[in-house]
């Protein structure tokens, strides 16, 4: 029967940035020849500097010659690593250093592992971590909105932190080309303002400010928008979606120009990793400031995201007019599934018992039990709580205070890690402050802390006298 590779299309293309799913139609790396340790490399925060020491351990039945390790992504990692002839239960050793980027939450980083003459990788590790923030990744995300060049639009971000840590910005790394950026308010905000030589065009970029804190060193302002001018795209990103292995496709932009002016277009130069064919012809409805630009891919021979970006000429304004574009390459049998639809199906599917669900019916488990912490040595104040699901639960924070509405902060050197259980069973946790003073009265309360980076308050602040 033949192999059928499945995936679930969890998003659509976001070509400056991230694509959401792109990872998950790619092909992964075969598993099972080596045994990996030392993949861990524990939390840290945006734009740190990671350093971990993998070792593989052979658990085929025959010597490997692994001839190199290769990361996926290249950009900031380094990969030490010598060719070497790795016996049956033997090892080798890998060193990996990479700079992260402004991600948060649980995150990875994943390798492919080489044998000697082989194409295709062997095998393939993962080192994960989780990268917690210091400044609210909500408030960096900026949706700045359309401007022309001849008006002028303002944002005032104010910068939110961790309670209790003291973050300031000091200045823009890499200027926009699209915004001017200030640091204001000592540190505390940044203001946004559109530039009225910005690029015609839409823009989805990452604004890198420094800040006073090594912990986080950078903080990543992810903007949106749109700087228009007189010439006008239909659609920018133009989004071919889905494309398999040797299939071809055809997209028409129409541009416009605003002023009613005859439109003039002159070349038209694409840059992108996939190479595409340009065409300017006449609108459907004949207008002199209007002409269709077709953009057609060739047969598809690249996976994963290939997009780039459309150069059109307008001598009659000596301007570029930059248009984005791109599609996802899947191989000719990967079978695209829908997971809400695939979800709703089995809503009406009609009742029944599976031979797995019978097995279970005839002979029941017993019931699972919460995972339980040891009780902490000291004399400190003792903090415990019990989860009943911890579904995509990463851990939790203990912040303190001196009174219920004083200034918090985290008293836990480290996010707490969910504890080794069945996450839909809970568990229960215990930790003790042995730094708070005998006799004197403090507030707490706890945070869960999610695997994408998002905090929320699990209790309310809770009043101790620490004895």
Known sequence: MRNIKYAFILGLLSFASTVVGAESILPAPPSGTFEFTGVEFGQTNPYARIHVDVVGINRSSDPIQVDRVLPREPDGVAVKFKAVTVNVGGKFNVSVEATLDSETGRIARYFDVYAKGKKEPIDGFVIRGYADWLVLPSVADIDFGIFEPNTRAEKVIDVETRPGVQVRLVGVDKPSAYVDAQVTADGMALRLTSRSDAPWSSFDEKLLVTTDNALQPKVAFHLRGQSRGFVVPASDPLDFGLLREGQSAELTDVLTDVTGKPLNVGKI??????????????????????????????????????GGTLEVELPDYDRTLFIRFGAIGIGKDTQIRDLAEDMKAREVQPESIS????????????????????????????????????????????????????NFHRISDKIIERLEGDPEVGSSYQWRDNTAAAGKTYWYYINIVFNKGKKQKFTSPQKVVAK
């Open 355 to 406: 031979s797995v669900l019978q097995t279970s019916v005839a002979h029941p488990k017993a019931k699972a039990q919460p995972t339980q912490m040891k009780t902490p040595e000291g004399a400190g104040p003792l903090l415990k709580w019990q989860v009943a699901n911890e579904y995509d639960i990463y851990g939790y924070e203990i912040y303190r205070s001196d009174s219920e509405n004083g």
């Open 269 to 306: 130069v694409a840059k992108s990793r996939a190479s595409v064919i340009t065409e300017v012809t006449d609108c459907a409805v004949p207008s002199s400031s209007c002409k269709n630009l077709k953009v057609r891919y060739p047969p598809m021979n690249m996976r994963g995201v290939t």
